[in-house]
């Protein structure tokens, strides 16, 4: 079983900066780590995972180059750096952990078998 828990949420103007956390409980070795988005009324969006075993990482095309993810095996965390905010970046954001991703489906969320409860992220223009 695994127990997912987000930080590091939080209001911040256009171009700020913020870092999300996810602190993990249980086995997550091997496995795809993800953050996925959600704004009212849309389908949860895939943001970034990575493979907990090789560190390979994947961004989607809305955030390439601002938000990067990492993994601390040592801390079972993973971490989201994200970087020059605008207000599309809004949403509940999201910590994933599965094993049923692959390299051309990090991103669809009925791959991943746990969820953290979400943590929101607001920038304002």
């Known amino acids: 079983q695994v127990q997912l828990l987000e930080s590091g949420g939080g209001s911040v103007q256009a171009g700020g900066s913020l870092r999300l956390s996810c602190a993990a409980s249980?086995?997550?070795?091997?496995?795809?780590m993800g953050w996925f988005r959600q704004t009212p009324g849309k389908e949860r969006e895939g943001v970034a995972a990575?493979?907990?075993?090789?560190?390979?990482?994947f961004h989607g095309a809305s955030v390439k180059g601002r938000f990067t993810i990492s993994h601390d095996a040592a801390k079972n965390t993973l971490y989201l750096q994200m970087n020059s905010l605008n207000a599309e970046d809004t949403a509940m954001y999201y910590c994933?952990?599965?094993w049923g991703p692959g390299s051309n489906t990090w991103d669809v969320a009925g791959n991943y078998g746990y969820w953290g409860q979400g943590t929101q992220v607001t920038v304002s223009s």
């Open positions: 994933a952990a599965g």
């Open positions: 249980g086995y997550t070795y091997t496995m795809f």
């Open positions: 990575i493979h907990t075993g090789s560190g390979t990482t």
